[in-house]
């Protein structure tokens, strides 16, 4: 049947199902990967998704809660299996982390994903030389955030400059495309990495984005991996869609899991960092540095003079002048040179010694990974 039992049988109500509590125990202690290559329904459904990373190939592979039989018996909806489940459904709402384009990339991405990974969360991850220097400074960037505040970059484009090369490991960026989480090494060291991607709903925190956040941070801090921030956070996401959504709880329900995170973090501030769900990005004690273009406040610069100025800027003889100028004194008064002087970072610093200075505070952090080691899995209290 769907559930993957006998049709004419039932279950057994007096205790929970062996493979479930495997499961658990599994995903508590071992990096746990499961991959689709054909139909998948039921009860293995759910085994796919229980896992530290689930991958179901493009072609081929549909993963369904229900087959159309069923579908058509419950809802009277009349739809093939690539229409329930295929990956171009749950590639991109959250419900597989990556999709791979055949069995042999399905396998690549498992053996990578594992790379990062101790074979037990008793044990540290192991560096691996990658042969790249230390003290690399790549020149692209000192102008690779645009000088006007609403233009879009490629962030991807600015990580591939600091982490290790060729080692960043990608997860989920079919859903939640407003953030980036992937696995990646500084100076051989596996880390876990988030930042924002402008391109998606300007970079904001949607739903789907701090969900993303939420299992990111868990596997990270399961298996001792430092996180590293770039953070380019323009608030939560808004409007009618957001709040549909239920985007405010989502949001808080990531961010009671980053502040109870245990491993280490640094926060890279390249951009902006504006409102509640800039604390999404930080974790508890932080080690924080910003780039000279970095800005934060209450609200973006545009919707902040919008809201504080809307009669004064109606009334001005030149409203579209009013508005420009108000908007340059509040992105001054958002510049992060004052709060650098006020040392609300730890060091305003050079983009192009970002990677120099996170090969440094990888070998720093090391005891505090280690002394975690022997601590038991982590265990989050009530979240929204």
Known sequence: TGAGARGRS?????????LNVL??????????????????????????????????TKEGAQVLTGGPAVVAQATREKLTKEELGSARVHGRNGMVDNVAKDEADALRQARCFLAYLPDHRGALPERFDVGDRPDRR???????????????????RLLGHVVDERS?????AGWGRSQIT??????????????????????????????KIRRFVELCDLFHLPIVSFVDEPGFAIGSAAEQAGTIRAGMNAMF??????VPWFACVVRRAYGVAQGLHFGPNPTVVAWPSAMSGALPVES?????????????????????????????????????EEFGVHDL???RETRPLLCEWIHEVQTALAEQVGQGPPCYSIRP
């Open 349 to 351: 610093i050079d983009p």
């Open 168 to 172: 960043l490991f990608e997860i989920g």
């Open 10 to 18: 039932g279950y057994d109500w007096t205790a929970p199902p062996m």
């Open 138 to 156: 790549a020149e692209e960037l000192l102008e690779i955030i645009p000088r006007e505040r609403r233009r879009a970059y490629k962030m991807r």
């Open 182 to 211: 992937a696995l990646a090494r500084i100076d051989g060291f596996p880390i876990g990495v988030l930042a924002n991607d402008c391109h998606y709903d300007g970079g904001s925190m949607t739903a789907d984005g701090a969900a």
């Open 23 to 56: 499961s658990m125990e599994s995903l508590r202690s071992v990096p746990v990967v499961c991959i689709a290559l054909g139909p998948v329904a039921g009860f293995p459904a759910g085994r796919l998704v229980a896992s530290h990373l689930s991958i179901m």
């Open 257 to 262: 899991t980053v502040l109870q995170s245990r």
């Open 304 to 340: 902040g003079v919008a809201l504080a100025f809307r009669r004064e800027i109606e009334a001005a003889p030149d409203p579209a002048a009013r508005r420009a100028e108000l908007e340059e004194e509040m992105a001054r008064a958002q510049s992060v040179l004052p709060r650098a």
